[in-house]
């Protein structure tokens, strides 16, 4: 049996000769043709590059394709740069690579274009379009250096350049860059004069496997709405009946995985018009079908997705088909032979997000982060920019002292869920109906978070909403409240952004605990009772071993008090 190095394997794909940046290195350091000053620039960058990559230059591929994603991880603010200065060094690293003659660095003049681009292209220049000008200036050299003549452009050259990007670019995602062209394209086609009336299609990235309901038969339709309403209703007295309703968010996600099942079943050859009622869903030839069909796409291992699909066809046909006892046991099995073991302790990705939080400088950034952005937002002259960052200032000054989640977070109220007595407290209120588990939270805003709501209140108007919008966080196109995953994704943007961390809102939970119980070994209930767990065993399950450096060093402190005695 061979025996692979593992470190091997992160260059495992690299053409044999491939140079390092030690070798490029050493070439620079005895270049004559560049200045002693340029020289020293370049080495620098190339330095710079391999400490934020954690790795010694003799170690570092001088590849394109193996650079790109490893350098679009870094963070400048998390190596303690600004983002102008990491710039300067990619775009030096990139001069090195073209120095090279690892890549070529395109040079675009408007002498370059063919007659026909560039009578074009001064048109785009003319309409004051900067959207298409910043992101179809590349894609436009591009055709015309291949020779391609406007009116012979498709989807084909579209791919070809950003496989060009791929071995050429190291600033930017291919993906992205032709998605950005493609778009820009689409929208020079009605405002360009002249420009060819061809829209462009970026490839799919994601695979879409959900089959419409419409599709589907009108008999599956008709029992698909009956089992629906049945997620809907509450009757303890039904054998197998809900206590309470499904929420919205539940109901929402069975009716998608059923769909996204339908949609398995046809990819692995069953006609959708086999697919009649529930019965014919859940039948066990039909769910092995479509077991086996995601077994094989995931590596012939299961996943959180697979088994949680198992799990719900195995409750449709237990609950509302009700097959034969044989039938059932076959789906028994089959869900039973998907299904993932129990989660212990966090995910190993969140674990990873936690540990550089146990610098302290570095967690001090992230607690001081809420009055940092509002000194920066006073700052600013643009008023809707600088009101768009006290409000994610807010919503990481309350998830720092109020770990809710992100969804009651959203949600607050500034009257149902912002409770002020007389007294001059502020308390953060949920009703049962409002929470997940159906658990009521009330947690005490400190006066410094609420002094920040209150200033954020006075002058988000009219930049955000109306003066009487009654929502911490209203939604920008709709009267409700901002979107959880929206108001989730710009906080982990923003942190990342500033500090260098990637913390998204789900993660104050998990700092939470860990603070607390590092400051007070072993309170799991308290931790419990400030996360709003159901059950004790559920924190002790996430949570057990935080506290295992303070017990080690208080357990250190008594055996050294008992030394000296």
Request: aromatic residues 6%; glycine residues 4%.
């Amino acid at each position: 049996m061979i025996n692979i190095d593992p470190k091997k394997l992160d260059t495992a794909f690299l053409c044999p000769g491939t140079q390092m940046f030690s070798d490029l290195i050493a070439k620079l350091q005895s270049d004559t043709t560049l200045t002693q000053g340029r020289k020293r620039d370049l080495i620098s960058a190339m330095r710079r590059v391999a400490k934020a990559l954690g790795l010694p230059p003799e170690t570092i591929p001088a590849d394109p394709t193996w650079l790109r994603p490893r350098l679009q991880r870094i963070v400048p603010a998390g190596i303690g740069l600004t983002p102008k200065s990491w710039s300067n060094v990619r775009s030096d690293l990139q001069a090195v690579l073209a120095h090279a003659g690892i890549t070529k660095r395109p040079v675009n003049r408007k002498r370059h274009l063919s007659p026909d681009w560039a009578v074009l292209w001064d048109k785009a220049l003319a309409s004051d379009n900067r959207t298409i000008q910043s992101s179809l200036s590349r894609f436009v050299y591009f055709l015309s250096r291949q020779g391609v003549r406007p009116k012979e452009v498709n989807d084909l050259h579209g791919i070809a350049f950003r496989d060009a990007l791929a071995l050429n670019e190291l600033s930017r995602s291919p993906e992205k860059s032709l998605t950005s062209a493609v778009c820009a394209w689409n929208q020079a086609t009605k405002h360009i004069p002249g420009w060819p009336q061809k829209l462009l299609s970026a490839p799919q990235r994601q695979k879409i496997i959900k089959i419409p309901l419409d599709q589907l038969s009108e008999t599956f339709q008709c029992d698909f709405a009956a089992y629906v309403t049945t997620l809907e209703a509450s009757d303890p007295f039904v054998l197998d009946g809900r206590l309470t309703p499904l929420s919205p968010v539940s109901i929402k996600i069975y009716k998608s995985r059923m769909l996204r099942f339908a949609g398995i079943l046809v990819r692995a050859g069953l006609p959708a018009e086999d697919i009649r009622t529930l019965s014919d869903f859940v039948a066990p030839a039909h769910m092995e079908r479509g077991l086996r069909w995601m077994l094989s796409e995931n590596g012939e291992k299961t996943s959180v997705t697979i088994s949680e699909t198992a799990q719900l066809l195995r409750g449709i046909a237990r609950r509302y088909v009700k097959l034969p006892e044989d039938a059932q046991k076959r789906v028994d099995m089959l869900a039973k032979k998907v299904a993932m073991p129990p989660q212990v302790g966090m995910t190993s990705k969140n674990r990873a997000r936690l540990r550089p939080l146990q610098d302290l400088p570095t967690l001090r950034k992230l607690l001081t982060l809420p009055e940092q952005l509002f000194a920066q937002a006073d700052q600013k002259n643009d008023f809707k920019s600088a009101a768009l960052l006290r409000e994610l200032a807010v919503a990481v000054g309350i998830l720092l002292y109020c770990p809710v989640r992100v969804k009651n977070l959203a949600s607050i109220h500034l009257e149902r869920n912002l409770q002020r007595p007389r007294d001059g407290r502020t308390f953060l209120v949920f009703a049962p109906g409002e929470v997940k588990n159906r658990h009521p939270i009330e947690l005490q805003l400190p006066k410094r978070v609420a002094a920040l709501i209150d200033k954020h209140l006075a002058t988000r108007s009219p930049w955000l909403c109306t003066p009487e919008s009654p929502l911490l966080f209203p939604a920008r196109q709709s009267t409700g409240s901002m979107d959880p995953n929206t108001l989730s994704r710009s906080i982990f943007r923003l942190i990342r952004k500033t500090v260098g961390l990637e913390v998204n809102a789900h993660l104050f939970r998990h700092l939470a605990a860990k603070l607390y119980l590092q400051a007070r070994p072993g309170e799991y209930e308290a931790v419990r009772r400030l996360l709003g767990h159901t059950h004790l065993s559920r924190t002790l399950n996430f949570y057990t071993g935080f506290e295992a450096d303070t017990a080690t060093r208080l357990f250190a402190d008594i055996i050294d008090k008992e030394r000296l005695k």
